[in-house]
Every structure is written in structure tokens, then in C-alpha cells.
């Protein structure tokens, strides 16, 4: 069974009772603290994490709808924290991709000197660069494969906030019969009239 949508969120026709009951069962799971627009002390030492929870308390205060509550804390810290590790793996990435590129370009008079020792080395050094870049491409797409679900239990997505709004077209009614009735009246009045 699919989790439940929080009130402000649900886009089906409900009873009045059925609202309140909903409503009220929300309240009853609601903390009495809210979230704050400061970073948690867990973040104390992570610039970026605490950037990213600045941002998100921001954009969830905008809302009209409780997306959030001081329950999803922990999800929130791992969120941030993270964004501020692929960040860092990034630039881990970008360090090794300039050490490959500085060595590469280097090869060709290395190769000229024909010293075997020094183009060996030089050529242990490349593979090395180039399997660690392939390591943080598969570190950094796993973590980016966790942000995205942690997105999606967020409502960070465009998926995860279509399946949270109301659809904006209805669909056309059908004219009922007492209508139908009326339509005709007026069309054979309006075509016995004289012209």
C-alpha cells in the first residue's frame, strides 16, 4: 500500500469527516516544534550541508502544504550532508582529471626522451589516475542515484510533486437529461419563429 499524502496534498474529494478524521490524524503525528531555519548542530562542520538546509527550509516555508516536520530531521541531515559529499567527490574528480591531462600532455616528450624508467613510471602513474577517476564516477553515481530517492521522499522531484498535486483539468460533464429537455425547447422555439 502506497503512503499516505499529507492532507494538503491529497487531490481526491473527500467527506467533511473523512477531511477532519485525516486531519486530525496528521496533528496527532505532528511534533509540537517545528523546523528551524538554522542548520542543526549535526551540521556544524559542514558549510555546504548547511547551506542546502538553509535552502530547503526556505522553499518548504513557502508551501502551504506541511511537506516536512521536525520527524523528518534525520532524512533532511543525511540529505545535506549528502550534497556536500558529492560536491567533494566532484572535486576529487576534477583533481584526478587534471593530474591525468598534466601527465598526458607530458607524454609525448617523456616518450621522445626514451628513458624506459621514467615512461614506465610515468605510465603506471596515468592507469593509476585514470582507475581512480573511474572508482569516483561509480562512488559519485551511487550517492547521486541515493540523492535523487532521498528527492523523491522529499517532494523534490517533478515526479514526486505531479503525484502530490490536484490535476487542473476536470473533465467536461455530461448534460443531464432535464438539460437536454430545456436545449430542445429552445431549439424548435427558436426555429418556429418567424425569420
Known sequence: MPARKPAGLRNRAETKAETAARIANEAALE??????????TRLKDHPVAQAAWRRL??????????????MDMDLLVDYCILMEQVGELDEL????MDTWRAMQSAWPEIMASGDAKKIFEIS????????????????????????????QSLYLTPRARAAAVPEKKQKPEEPDELEKLLDDVENTLNNERPK
Open 93 to 96: 574528480r576534477k583533481s584526478a
Open 57 to 70: 527550509m526556505r522553499m518548504y516555508g513557502e508551501l502551504q502544504a506541511t511537506v516536512v516536520t521536525r
Open 124 to 151: 603506471v602513474l596515468l592507469q593509476a589516475t585514470y582507475s581512480d577517476m573511474i572508482k569516483l564516477d561509480g562512488r559519485v553515481d551511487r550517492k547521486r542515484a541515493f540523492l535523487l530517492q532521498l528527492r
Open 31 to 40: 511534533p509540537e516544534r517545528g523546523l528551524s531555519l538554522q542548520a542543526p
